[in-house]
């Protein structure tokens, strides 16, 4: 089994920054391609950034210029850090990731995200 742990999230003033991080663990042989989403209430999930094990990046045209998407493969972890906030990045973030794990086929993970809220 393998899960995804996300940190980070808060109460931040429009123009503010944060770091996500999301650790991985478990059977995990490899993480592959790893990535955050986000859903707002009412609102379908979407893409916010996604990387590669090589660090390969893309963003959605939100976001970019203020967020940037980072892991630590040693570690297992993907970050997100995030600037100049604005109230409609409020959202729940989700880490997605793609493991081959030790004990079985590559299978696809969500966390159970955590809340980002932009008000002043």
């Known amino acids: 089994q393998v899960q995804l742990v996300e940190s980070g999230g808060g109460l931040v003033q429009p123009g503010g920054s944060l770091r996500l991080s999301c650790a991985a663990s478990?059977?995990?042989?490899?993480?592959?391609?790893m990535g955050w989403y986000r859903q707002a209430p009412g609102e379908e999930r979407e893409m916010v950034a996604t990387i590669t094990s090589g660090g390969g990046t893309n963003y959605a045209d939100s976001v970019k210029g203020r967020f940037a998407i980072s892991r630590d493969n040693a570690k297992n972890t993907l970050y997100l850090q995030m600037s100049s906030l604005k109230p409609e990045d409020t959202a729940a973030y989700y880490c997605?990731?793609?493991?081959?794990?030790?004990?079985?086929?590559?299978?696809?993970?969500w966390g159970e995200g955590t809340l980002v809220t932009v008000s002043s």
């Open positions: 997605h990731a793609s493991v081959t794990r030790t004990t079985g086929p590559t299978m696809l993970y």
């Open positions: 478990g059977s995990i042989f490899r993480a592959n391609v």
